[in-house]
């Protein structure tokens, strides 16, 4: 608390001598936990996931001291705005609706939705017609909310969660009949459950781009280039000398 | 006046985020967020009479279960008591297959229970607040007149006891409209649930909140102007005469 305490002056006070808030050699960044496997607490509480390694190997190639802050989805982009951090790597979609808001960095990553259902259900495909009626889970204020109110928001009852793990709670509990999730969410939250068997419904979903973008990106203050160039070329690095890949392996199936 | 008017139509011409889409959410959450309170509030006060004069009880056995019910529901917070009774109730053995399902499956039945046990726990206590501060007088007064106690209970006890707590009740609903407003956590779609889908949708945090803001502010108003109306009519003999 104490450390907390001195921490937050220390803020202040550099926020309050120069323009500039950031303290060039600490980045803080913004992430919402959990988001398996992108970003999630092992059980001991340390911070790991993709987006996590990929970050910090991103400040290590930059030489620089990098902190989390964890922060809610639905408060990130304002939370950005605030200066509670520098960056934003929490799985976040690139699209142009963020782009009035923030700079994205070049995507690191593209994965893609799919539907997901317990294996007992009769769906074969998600269209408007097999969905009349369901309840749909989805996390609120996500790309995946986006497209599911507009395509279905009339034929089907959607529900909204702040986090993804109380979706998974009523996807368990049976208030759900199908959900519509990242792919790599779906698979480590919903298809190596051990509770209940899901399977995905349909193919996996990219398009419309209007909706799906152009994969993850981080996202930074628009006045803030030069941090955004920064991670470009580190994640530039990273693909070339293998680094990114190994990190993907580690949380990925090959798909 | 004719700058103003420019202003207002050049505000709703920009405006990405007041679509007929957004608006539709509101209004749902509008429908949904009073159809809570009031089903809630209802239920609530029905159950509140009997359990106040329980409460009042000079019998242990009757007095002791309902202090700790209310005591339960009014020291704990509300969003807990919902997160239970949602999240919690599913963990049940078998509840899935029994006849209850159906009803415990939809967000708004739980959301109705929690909010209902939640009031009636701060409604109870209201009214035994005011029959307990019944004048000793005129209970004296209704023995000698030879009533029953259940009688005097019925025409003495309990229409002042209304009366007096009617300010303090006017409150509780007034806390209750606001309380509602953790309903979305269940994925309701109530006022707040409807702000907070703007919100996350158009990063806006000032145009969606500020906007069901000010309907909260004319339900509540609603809410004062109904109370102020009963207080005229029914405390008026204790007005100073002019």
């Known amino acids: ?255 | 006046m004719q700058a103003l008017l420019d202003w207002l139509d050049g505000l709703l011409a920009n405006n990405s985020i007041f679509t007929l889409q957004t608006l539709s959410f509101y209004g749902e959450g509008l429908t949904t967020t009073v159809q809570l309170v009031f089903l809630s509030l209802i239920i609530g006060l029905i159950m509140a009479v009997p359990l106040a004069i329980g409460r009042s009880s000079r019998h242990g056995l009757i007095k002791w279960p309902i202090f700790a019910y209310t005591y339960v529901f009014r020291g704990t917070p509300l969003l807990v008591q919902l997160y239970l009774i949602y999240y919690g109730v599913v963990f049940v053995e078998g509840v899935q297959e029994s006849w209850l399902w159906p009803l415990i499956k939809d967000p708004f039945m739980p959301a109705l229970v929690a909010f209902t046990l939640n009031t009636a726990a701060y409604t109870t206590e209201i009214f035994r607040g005011a029959i307990k501060a019944t004048p000793k007088g005129e209970i004296e007064a209704a023995r000698a007149y030879g009533m029953s106690p259940t009688l005097a209970l019925r025409r003495i006890v309990l229409p002042s006891a209304f009366r007096r707590a009617l300010p303090a009740y006017g409150n509780e609903v007034i806390f209750m409209l606001h309380a509602s407003a953790i309903a979305s956590v269940v994925t309701l779609m109530d006022l707040t649930g409807a702000a907070r889908f703007v919100y996350a949708r158009f990063y806006a945090p000032f145009d969606a909140f500020l906007f069901v803001a000010a309907i909260y502010l004319c339900l509540t108003f609603a809410i004062l102007y109904f109370f102020r109306f009963l207080e005229k009519k029914l405390l008026a003999h204790l007005k100073p005469m002019t």
């Open chain 1, 1 to 255: 608390m104490k450390k907390l305490l001195s921490l937050s002056l220390l803020s202040l006070a550099v926020a309050a001598t120069s323009a500039q808030a950031r303290d060039d050699d600490q980045i803080r960044i913004g992430v919402d936990v959990p988001y398996e496997p992108m970003e999630f607490r092992t059980p001991d509480g340390e911070l790991t996931g993709f987006d996590i390694d990929l970050g910090n190997a991103m400040c290590a190639e930059m030489k620089v001291e990098c902190e989390w802050v964890v922060q809610g989805w639905d408060g990130i982009i304002p939370g950005l705005m605030a200066r509670k951090y520098d960056a934003i790597m929490s799985s976040m979609t690139i699209n142009d609706k963020r782009r009035e808001q923030v700079l994205f960095s070049e995507p690191y990553f593209t994965p893609p939705s799919a539907w997901f259902a317990p294996s007992s259900t009769e769906l074969t495909e998600a269209t408007e017609g097999s969905l009349d009626g369901m309840s749909i889970g989805v996390q609120r204020g996500t790309l995946q909310d986006n497209y599911v109110t507009d395509m279905y928001g009339n034929v089907a009852d959607v529900n909204r969660y702040s986090t993804a793990d109380d979706m998974v709670l009523d996807m368990e509990a049976e208030r759900l009949d199908i959900v519509f999730l990242d792919y790599p969410v779906g698979q480590s939250t919903l298809l190596e459950s051990d509770n209940r068997d899901y399977k995905v419904i349909g193919d996996m979903i990219t398009e419309p781009k209007q909706y799906f973008g152009d994969g993850f990106g981080m996202a930074f203050r628009k006045r803030d280039k030069d941090l955004a160039e920064q991670f470009n070329q580190a994640l530039e690095t990273l693909r070339n000398n293998g680094t990114y890949d190994d990190i993907k392996a580690r949380y990925f199936d090959e798909s």
